[in-house]
Every structure is written in structure tokens, then in C-alpha cells.
């Protein structure tokens, strides 16, 4: 509002000034319509400068004086040579809004290959930001797991939720089908409590990319437009980003890596809570999810089992334990929920 304001006041004494100084012999009216049109372009540029990263601005200040310098210098030759008076004003005006036209826009198109960060602590504070960011696609909002990995500490920097990534969020959840509907509350549900954390930096950003069309590129092309990293559990996302040479954290990847080491002769216990696939089988689940597989267990459905790890796959969908009934050990039934009074 106070921009608003500023802009607005800016334009009214522009053109007060111009009503009464009346430039290049206007009359007082067409010279206050003047002003107004110079400080409406002057704004324009002036929200057009603000959009620049530091990087793009640093370039088109540095491309500008380069041009004006290189300009006055070909303006002394154009002094010296024979035109006549008219013809070399023109000449000199030609050439120095060339130089610094064609100054301003390379110096912007090639900022992005400047490092402000060498000139001093001064401009370290803009890119550093971005890169230590980190984008959030839909599913790993949903997922939830994200929450409680950033309120540990364990991902810095913040993070960041594109405006179409909300949209999709919101499209999920008011989707006649009850399991979408349910699964797009939850991640708008993980969302506020992101936002409501104080260990956790939320940003929303209206960053867009009309011309495209699937979610997961705008994504990445956001992710590459902010140098960050991309934190999915999506596996086609995750090929696809590197293909694009764009950085993934994998939520997956991530309880993977942090799931217990089992080798084989260790004891555990599990519940059988289903038969397998091969004759006899029984499978139970550890606390983190691993599938168990335990031979001769077809009967124990049910029933608690201490067993003898007897191998470990590594499959691409997660770790496999398979294993024997301990003969050592004893089978318990599963504990039974405490009976609750219901009142009416």
C-alpha cells in the first residue's frame, strides 16, 4: 500500500512540474498529460528492475556503463570528422543509445554467469537462499513424512510449494472419489502444519510456467530457475529430474538407507500376519514396514513368532528378510485390545 502511494505521488508531481514548466513549448495541459506518461513508464521500469535477480541486475548496470563509455569514446571520433552540425548530433545521439541499449541487454542476458558472492558478504545473501532451498511435490506432501524430517533438523534451507502444486493439491482433494479425496486433505492438512511450525520455513510461490503443462516439469523447471533441489518419493520423478541434471531428495531413498542392517543368524520377533506366496510360508511386517518371509509358518497366522534370520534381498521396491521359526523360541498370542465401558 505504501508502494501504491509513493508510485501514485510520484506521477502527480511529475506532471505538476510539467504543467508549469511546460518542456519543449507545450501547453500546460499536454505537458502535465506528459509527465503523467514519463512516470508511468518510469514505474514500469522500475517494476520490471525489481523482477532481476542481483545476478541480471549487476550485469545490465555493468553492460550499460560499458556502452556509455565505449559511446563517448566513438562520439570524440565523430566530433573530429567532417559532418556537418546536425548530422553529427544525430550521429552522437544514435550512437550512444545503441551502446547503452545494446549494453543494458547483454549485460543482462549474461549476469547469470557473474558470482556476486566474490565481490564480498555483501551480495551473499540472495542466491545462497535459493540454492539451499528446497521444492516439494505433491506426493511427498501427501505422504506427510516430510513434516517430521524437517522438524528434526535433518533438511535446512526452506521450503518451497509452487502455487500449482496447491491447485493440484486442492483438485485432489475435492475429488468425488472418497481414497483421492481423503489423501488430498491429508497433505493440505501436512501443510498447515508445516506453516504453523516454527522449526519449518513455508514458502509459498506463484511461480508458473504457462507453456507447460504436466506438474512434475513445471517442477523441475522451477527447481532449475531456483538452483534448488526437488524432495519427491515419486520414482518416475526422480528418473526424470535426473535426466534433466536436476538434483533429487528422495524421502524413500532416505528410510531406506535408515532402516536397520539384519544380517543372517540374528533372532527376531514378528507377527505372521498372512501366508506367502511359496508352500508353508508366513509373513509378518517389522515395525518400518520389511516384508519377513519365514518358512513353516503357514499355521502361526496370528500368532507372535521368534525367528532365525536366514537371508537379506535388496529389491528395488525395498528389503526383503527371509528366516526360519527359532526352534528355541516361543510363539505368544497377539495381545488383545483392553475392553472399553460404552455409554449411551
Known sequence: MDLILIRLLFVAVLSGVCYFLRPFGMPAWAGAAAGAVAACAVIIFELRVRALSLRRLIGAVAGSVLGIFGAALFCLVLRSAPISGGTSAVLQIFVLLLMTYVGLLVGASKGDLLNPAALGMIFSGE??????????????????????????????GMLVVPEFVLRELQIVADSTDGSKRQRGR????????????????????????????????????????????VVTNDFNLNKVAH????????????ANALKPVVLPGEHMHVLILKEGKEFNQGVGYLDDGTMVVVDHARKMIGK?????????????????????????????EPPRPAATEITH
Open 127 to 156: 542466491r545462497p537462499n535459493r540454492r539451499s532451498a528446497k521444492v516439494l511435490d505433491t506426493s511427498v506432501i501427501i505422504d506427510g513424512r516430510i513434516a517430521d524430517i524437517a522438524e528434526a533438523g535433518f533438511i535446512d
Open 186 to 229: 491429508r497433505g493440505l492438512d501436512m501443510l498447515q502444519r508445516m506453516q504453523s511450525s516454527d522449526n519449518i520455513q513455508v514458502q509459498i510461490v506463484p511461480d508458473d510456467f504457462p507453456s507447460i503443462r504436466e506438474v512434475d516439469l513445471k517442477l523441475l523447471e522451477l527447481a532449475k530457475k531456483w538452483e534448488a533441489k
Open 304 to 332: 507372535s513368532v521368534d525367528i532365525s534370520v536366514t537371508s537379506v534381498l535388496q529389491t528395488a521396491s525395498g528389503k526383503m528378510i527371509f528366516g526360519k521359526i527359532d526352534e528355541n523360541g516361543k510363539t505368544a
Open 243 to 254: 535426466l534433466h541434471h536436476v538434483e533429487v531428495l528422495n524421502i524413500n531413498d532416505l
